[in-house]
């Protein structure tokens, strides 16, 4: 990894790097002054995100360009078989599932998202006061009336 | 940021019915059904009734995110009075093995939470989280009739088409507010009245604009986006599809108005063409395609797009009389086809499919929903007959039906505005109507069949007359909501 950041450093692409920068920088406040009279976004302001979005493709596409035909290949039966987890795999995809695996995640994602809530409400838990308190209780209350039903249902249950 | 106790105290409905919603589920845990039904109108009920404290007042909430005047009162009232005659036709749930009817009912109470919203939101968020609510309820209760394959294939194309319609409802609302830096409805009809008499480009707006307007088409069934309507509305228990076709469309049509006559007024000449072509198609489409039905169920389904359409009438005339003109459809509408559904599914249930005529549809469909049922109806059973006869009469505009008073109204809604040839073509659409509206009741009167007399039990009953005698009355009471709102 170092030999690749040194021959960069050798080939002088970290100054074509900081001049890709400087040259959006440039772009950017140049486009603004000739939209600055009608305080609005002109279509070519829009520049310097085609430049990204090219260069993001550029690269995936050379990466897996390059990948494929630089490497050597070397093909057998486990080596082509598809790879999860290192377990065997079983059937195709198509086979199917229990329905119990949908239900904890779809309950994973509730639960996650639920903590997202709490984390903005942690940091300004003293601005939020009284009033953000009896919110997240309501909201938590809810939350867990929920947990519960799902819990009486049995859709925990694996028997 | 200071807690107001009005603020969280007078949104009543919203928080009763999700509170309630959450009561029912719990309250299925228990081995009996028999407090289902009952615990289910009293929340209903409760929530009527808090509906109307806030009569005579104009109240925004939540940090101005939703209104609350009479007009949103009296549309809000129309869904929850329909939600209570559906939910009291559902007795037969507390038999049926597969049925979870505490899921079923606490959905339809959330749901109603959705329709609240969409009907008084002064903020496109609530705009889009009402129709969310509503909308995902929807999914979840097509495919309710789990071993029934044309349950499944309904929710499976109503989901797949909802979540469509509602990217580009949600791209518009996006695009609206690019143009214009508001959520707020007055704030876009603000910068719409403005910036038309500043001239200047308005691109993003009015693109915005119609795929807003394309979202919420959709969700009431107009006609380029009607296509899932017919599948769905079949598909789906019969219960359900009565909600479906008055609870989500009155709701819709509410949010319609609201966001029509608040935020695009100012711009009505460059939308009101788009619109009327859509009434026109779905006129078309729905009356003619309604001719061709061999199954009442389809029928119905092509009969409440064709009533989409002559509830957009009263869009394209918007005015003040407009208003008033809505809410007084939607209610006639939505009386006629609840008890239209009622009737069906009693002769549905004691029909079970014959196999040696319909083929291999056994496998698809549990019951007769076809024409043929009907044959001789009324001669065993007059008061199923007479209950049928009169929602297809309000459904068809016979006059001295509430069905003929919500017609006459938004046709002179529109006339005011000089749209004589909508009005032309919709009248002559109403006269198709009368032609497969009036097909049930030959059936029913003048037909030979072998119809028992069908068991009717006494608060299903009573629900059928409520409907009946409520239908005749306002078409004696046309001027019902006229000085109200």
Redesign the interface.
């Given at each position: 990894m170092e030999g690749f950041f040194m021959a960069f450093y050798r080939m002088g692409w970290h100054r074509t790097a900081a001049n890709y920068v400087r040259f959006i920088a440039n772009l950017r406040s140049f486009l603004s002054l000739l939209s600055m009279n009608t305080a609005s976004y002109l279509p070519s302001d829009y520049i310097p995100i085609f430049i990204q979005l090219s260069l993001a493709l550029g690269f995936i596409v050379v990466t897996m360009l390059v990948t494929h035909n630089i490497g050597p290949k070397r093909h057998s039966v486990k080596k082509d078989d598809p790879f999860e987890c290192g377990i065997p795999t079983q059937g195709d995809a198509r086979a199917p599932i229990s329905i119990k695996y949908f239900l904890v995640a779809i309950l994973f994602v509730l639960f996650d998202v639920e903590v997202i809530f709490m984390y903005p409400w942690a940091v300004n838990f003293m601005q939020l006061g009284q009033e953000g308190f009896i919110q997240m209780v309501l909201f938590m209350g809810l939350l867990l009336a929920g947990f519960y039903y799902v819990i009486r249902k049995g859709v925990l249950k694996w028997e | 940021?200071?807690?107001q106790t009005y603020d969280c105290l007078q949104m009543l409905p919203i928080i009763l019915l999700s509170l309630s919603g959450?009561a029912l589920?719990?309250l299925g845990?228990q081995k009996s059904r028999a407090l289902l039904l009952p615990a289910t109108l009293l929340f209903l009920v409760i929530a009527f009734v808090a509906n109307f404290l806030d009569w005579g007042k104009t109240y925004m909430y939540f940090r101005d995110m939703l209104l609350v005047n009479n007009l949103a009162m009296i549309f809000t009232g129309v869904v929850l009075l329909s939600t209570f005659m559906v939910v009291s036709l559902s007795g037969s749930l507390a038999d049926d093995e597969d049925a979870q009817p505490a899921e079923y009912y606490a959905i339809l109470l959330f749901s109603l939470v959705g329709a609240i919203m969409m009907i008084g939101f002064e903020n496109l968020i609530m705009l889009f989280v009402g129709v969310e609510i509503l909308s995902v309820a929807m999914y979840i209760l097509t495919g309710s009739d789990k071993r029934n394959l044309r349950s499944n294939e309904a929710a499976l194309k109503y989901f797949l088409m909802g979540a469509f319609a509602t990217g580009i409802l949600l791209f518009g609302i996006a695009l609206l507010y690019g143009a214009t830096g508001s959520f707020v409805l007055s704030g876009i009809g603000n910068y719409a009245h403005s910036a038309t008499n500043a001239g200047g480009s308005m691109l993003l707006f009015y693109v915005g604009m119609f795929m807003l307007l394309i979202g919420m088409l959709f969700k009431v069934s107009a006609a380029p986006f009607h296509f899932w309507t017919p599948d769905v509305y079949d598909g789906a228990p019969s219960l359900f599809t009565a909600y479906m076709s008055t609870v989500v469309k009155t709701a819709g049509f509410a949010a319609l108005l609201r966001i029509l006559s608040v935020s695009f007024s100012g711009v009505y000449d460059f939308w009101w063409v788009a619109m009327a072509v859509v009434t026109v198609l779905t006129l078309l489409i729905g009356n003619i395609t309604a001719v061709y039905q061999a199954s009442f169920k389809r029928m119905m389904a092509y009969s409440s797009i064709s009533h989409a359409g002559y509830l957009l009438i009263g869009l394209v005339g918007l005015s003040q009389a407009s208003k008033p003109a809505i809410a007084f459809y939607s209610l006639a509408y939505s009386l006629s086809t609840i008890a239209a559904f009622g009737v069906l599914m009693l002769v549905a249930r004691n029909r079970p499919l014959n196999a040696a005529v319909f083929g291999d549809q056994t496998t698809l469909a549990r019951t007769d929903e076809h024409y043929d049922a009907f044959n001789g109806l009324a001669r065993k059973n007059p008061l199923l007959g007479f209950v049928m006869a009169v929602s297809m009469l309000s459904l068809a505009g016979i006059p001295l039906t509430a069905g003929f008073w919500g017609k006459f109204m938004v046709f002179s809604a529109a006339a005011d505005r000089g749209a004589v040839w909508l009005l032309v073509v919709a009248v002559l659409m109403s006269a198709v109507g009368i032609y497969y509206y009036f097909r049930v009741v030959i059936a029913m009167y003048f037909r030979e069949g072998q119809t028992d007399t069908i068991r009717v039990a006494p608060f299903y009953r009573i629900v059928l007359i409520a409907a009946t005698v409520l239908t005749l009355a306002l078409g004696l009471l046309p001027n019902l909501f006229q000085g109200l709102i």
């Open positions: - | 940021m200071t807690f959450i589920l719990f845990f």
